[in-house]
């Protein structure tokens, strides 16, 4: 599941630096106004693409899951001493 994750957030992150790169290098010379469009929802991708790489999946573990029932010890107890 987490490999399905990261493909996702590379191709977001791609996207986001190939329409940055596209604005700033090629559609400005036609249209500036297009090329701010494309870097505000460049803009927009990072962090939507951290968010899908954090989303937790349906059958991940996660170390702050009080669903899942692992084996946690306790707080140690001090030892008694022995009577003879």
Known sequence: MQS????????LM???????LLAWNVVRLW????AVVMSLV???IP???A???NRRGPDDVWWDDPSV???VPG????????SH
Request: proline share 13%; net charge positive; charged share 25%.
């Open 4 to 11: 399905r994750r990261r493909h996702w957030y590379y191709a």
């Open 75 to 82: 707080p140690r107890r001090p030892r008694q001493p022995r």
């Open 42 to 44: 460049a803009m927009v």
């Open 69 to 71: 029932s692992r084996r």
């Open 51 to 53: 968010i899908v790489a």
């Open 31 to 34: 249209s500036v106004p297009a």
């Open 14 to 20: 791609g996207t986001c630096v190939v329409l940055i």
């Open 47 to 49: 962090p939507v693409a």
